[in-house]
Nanobody, 127 residues
Framework: LQLVESGGGLVQSGGTLTLSCTTT????????IGWFRQAPGKEREAVAC????????IGADSVKDRFAIFRDNAKSTSTLEIHSLKVEDTAVYYC?????????????????????WGQGTQVTVSS
């Protein structure tokens, strides 16, 4: 499975970020999708996760009430939206795929459960 993120760049504070993750190889329906980000000088953190059937969706406290995550298995894509952007949303954003376990989203092992990763896309939020 290969993953490629797109949609990063420079965005203004208060605006909306829309990132896409396009997968190739195995059908997306066999995987859960997680979005992660790494800000300069900080550890990578989970942002959002969507289970294989989209019935499990989890977002980090840092984007609570500001995010939406979707998946379209037919198009092999996942989309992450973050609204009301803040400067602290500046980071490299990654999408990752993990096994289709019902409990993967929010699992204590976090990103260790995700075996396939995109190369990341830089998002810079200007004030």
């Amino acid at each position: 499975l290969q993953l490629v993120e797109s949609g990063g760049g420079l965005v203004q504070s208060g605006g909306t970020l829309t990132l896409s993750c396009t997968t190739t190889g195995d059908p997306l329906r066999f995987y859960s999708i997680g979005w992660f980000r790494q800000a300069p000088g900080k550890e990578r953190e989970a942002v959002a996760c969507i289970g294989e059937t989209a019935d499990v969706i989890i977002g980090a406290d840092s984007v609570k009430d500001r995010f939406a995550i979707f998946r379209d298995n037919a198009k092999s894509t996942s989309t992450l939206e973050i609204h009301s952007l803040k400067v602290e949303d500046t980071a490299v954003y990654y999408c990752a795929a993990g096994p289709a376990w019902p409990q993967i989203c929010g699992h204590e092992r976090g990103e260790a459960l995700f075996d396939w990763w995109g190369q990341g896309t830089q998002v810079t939020v200007s004030s």
